[in-house]
């Protein structure tokens, strides 16, 4: 754009760009959104994962001592069909669902560690809810992005065609129309934004 403006064979035409730079600002700024959201339910879900398997690592761990550390006892495989170490490994929806079925059942061992198991079950819960919709957000950031990239190309198009028409008008070179578009060498790192060449 700066050099449509410095062009005076070309300046006039630097209102065909006049929202280029709002629409990549805008975009850029929905990305670091999207990612911002991502991040914060990422580590949510795995800080609240850990804090529930140590909850419930915790539970275990007394309730192998009150059933005298047998396995086989019924009180024991009210809560745990397999070992501590194999149930806190299992996939997170299933765990929360699990725990939070315990947490309706009366048990002394489980009275204590109640409050542990209730707080880190639920911010699991949510984690997995806001992991659920960062996704979506994701897929609806990239889908915006590759819209905005077909239409900054079509808009690109438009002006290097009016340049070039420029060009045949004024007698200028036939290149001249290119001196406005900056090529991306492969060394050069890309742009964030996934947009056409800009203008230079």
């Known amino acids: 754009m700066a050099a449509l ?59 192998y001592t009150a059933v005298q550390k047998d396995r086989a006892s019924a009180r024991w495989k009210t809560f745990f069909s397999e070992t501590v170490t194999a149930f806190v490994k299992q996939a997170l929806d299933r765990q929360v669902k699990l725990v939070k079925g315990w947490l309706a059942l009366t048990d002394p061992t489980l009275d204590t560690h109640r409050a542990a198991l209730s707080k880190w079950a639920d911010a699991a819960a949510d984690a997995q809810v806001k992991t659920a919709a960062a996704g979506s957000v994701r897929g609806q950031m990239w889908q915006q992005r590759e819209a905005l990239a077909e239409s900054l190309t079509r808009e690109r198009d438009g002006l290097h065609a009016a340049l070039g028409q420029r060009a045949r008008e004024r007698n200028l070179p036939r290149d001249w129309p290119d001196l406005f578009f900056r090529v991306q060498r492969s060394s050069q790192r890309p742009e964030p934004t996934p947009t056409p060449t800009q203008p230079a």
């Open 5 to 63: 403006e410095a062009d005076p064979d070309a300046v006039d035409l630097l209102p065909m760009t006049s929202t280029w730079l709002a629409q990549i600002s805008a975009s850029r700024a929905n990305a670091l959104s999207t990612r911002q959201q991502v991040a914060k339910a990422d580590a949510l879900r795995i800080v609240s994962n850990a804090r529930l398997d140590a909850a419930c690592t915790a539970f275990g761990d007394s309730l």
